[in-house]
Each structure stands twice: as structure tokens, then as C-alpha cells.
T-cell receptor
Framework: SQQGEEDPQALSIQEGENATMNCSYKTSINNLQWYRQNSGRGLVHLILIRSNEREKHSGRLRVTLDTSKKSSSLLITASRAADTASYFCATDDLWQLTFGKGTKLSVIP | NAGVTQTPKFQVLKTGQSMTLQCAQDMNHNSMYWYRQDPGMGLRLIYYSASEGTTDKGEVPNGYNVSRLNKREFSLRLESAAPSQTSVYFC???????????????FGPGTRLTVL
């Protein structure tokens, strides 16, 4: 299994600051995805980055992928209290996604 | 367009009881998945169905069975519940899978199951 590992496990920041989360994985991938989970809810897809892409943007989200280091980062700029959630990276493993344990982000108003 | 729906939202069982968790999607997706999520853990795949009529085991299939009833519905059955199956269960679906690729998954709201 090439489970992604997020770092840090927990992150607490002030509203307006940027939040950076990292994901490392073990073997080659076709794509890497990031998901958000609000407390008590299902996961919501944020962004998918393919192995031939280095950076991708979506609104206040910026994802980078470094396949040589087998790592990805998710940057949330100008954070808001509503960004408080757990964030998971997921790597593809043939027909499946394998999820990491997540980073719990708390944005303090 | 409801997306992925799951029933029930909450369930309490006694050890040895059986139950079926229901999942349906209205997005005409081919592939469907069942995960479990335990505290401090990521999601672990129980079973998946690449297309109507096919099912395959995931990482943690023991103690579970599944049925892909039609393209819309994918159910998860616990034949004899155990306390170790206390968890939150999520169903997900995805659009066409390309060979060797994995597309965005859409998740249901989850079922919180407690086995006493």
C-alpha cells in the first residue's frame, strides 16, 4: 500500500494567515488528490494534480507536486474560520485511492 | 441532484446482530466504494465495485459483504456485528475510470455505527 502521510497532524493558525500541509507517499503515482472533511461530514474533493503537473491552483488553494521527492503540499492562502476541517491527501493505487490520516486544521477567528 | 445518499445516518447494534447499510448515487457513476473511518485514521477501503455486476475486496473486507444491486445502488452488509466494527462508514462513487487512473470520488454523508 502506498498510503500518503500528511504532516503536520494538527495545525492551528489565526484567520488571515496561510496554512501549509504536506503529504509524502512511497511509490509512483498517476495522480494525487486532496480532500477536505468538516467535522461529522463526508469528504469533499478539493483538487487533483497529475504526475506530469508541478503546480495547480483553485481559488485560494495551491497544490504542488514533486514526484522526485514523492511529496505534495497544499497551501491555503488568507485562511478563514470556515477552512477549519481535516485535510487528506489520496494517492491512486491502480483502481483505488489510498488516503492518509489527515491534517487537522483549526483557523482561529 | 442529491449526489451520494446513505441510510441510515446512525445505528446502534448489539454484538451478533446483522444489518445492511444502503448507498445510492444519482450521477450515473460506474464505480462505487465503501470505506470505514476510525478516530485518528484515514479512510480504509472495505469493498469496491468497478461496474454494475462486479465487486472486489479492499484493504479491510473481513466481516463484510456487498451487493451492487444496480448501477445506482451499492449496499454493505454486516452479517454478525462485532465491537471492532464500530466506525463511521462512507460510501463514494466516481465517474468512468480510465485504465490505470483514478478519478475524483464523491462521498456520502456517512453512517455512524456503534456495536455494543
Amino acid at each position: 500500500s502506498q498510503q500518503g502521510e500528511e504532516d503536520p497532524q494538527a495545525l492551528s493558525i489565526q484567520e488571515g494567515e496561510n496554512a501549509t500541509m504536506n503529504c509524502s507517499y512511497k511509490t509512483s503515482i498517476n495522480n494525487l488528490q486532496w480532500y477536505r472533511q468538516n467535522s461529522g461530514r463526508g469528504l469533499v474533493h478539493l483538487i487533483l494534480i497529475r504526475s506530469n503537473e508541478r503546480e495547480k491552483h483553485s481559488g485560494r488553494l495551491r497544490v504542488t507536486l514533486d514526484t522526485s521527492k514523492k511529496s505534495s503540499s497544499l497551501l491555503i492562502t488568507a485562511s478563514r474560520a470556515a477552512d477549519t476541517a481535516s485535510y487528506f491527501c489520496a494517492t491512486d493505487d491502480l483502481w483505488q485511492l489510498t488516503f492518509g490520516k489527515g491534517t487537522k486544521l483549526s483557523v482561529i477567528p | 441532484n442529491a449526489g451520494v445518499t446513505q441510510t441510515p445516518k446512525f445505528q446502534v447494534l448489539k454484538t451478533g446482530q446483522s444489518m445492511t447499510l444502503q448507498c445510492a448515487q444519482d450521477m450515473n457513476h460506474n464505480s462505487m466504494y465503501w470505506y470505514r473511518q476510525d478516530p485518528g485514521m484515514g479512510l480504509r477501503l472495505i469493498y469496491y465495485s468497478a461496474s454494475e455486476g462486479t465487486t472486489d475486496k479492499g484493504e479491510v473486507p473481513n466481516g463484510y459483504n456487498v451487493s451492487r444491486l444496480n448501477k445506482r445502488e451499492f449496499s454493505l452488509r454486516l452479517e454478525s456485528a462485532a465491537p471492532s466494527q464500530t466506525s463511521v462508514y462512507f460510501c463514494a462513487s466516481t465517474i468512468e475510470r480510465l485504465a490505470g487512473d483514478t478519478d475524483t470520488q464523491y462521498f456520502g454523508p456517512g453512517t455512524r455505527l456503534t456495536v455494543l
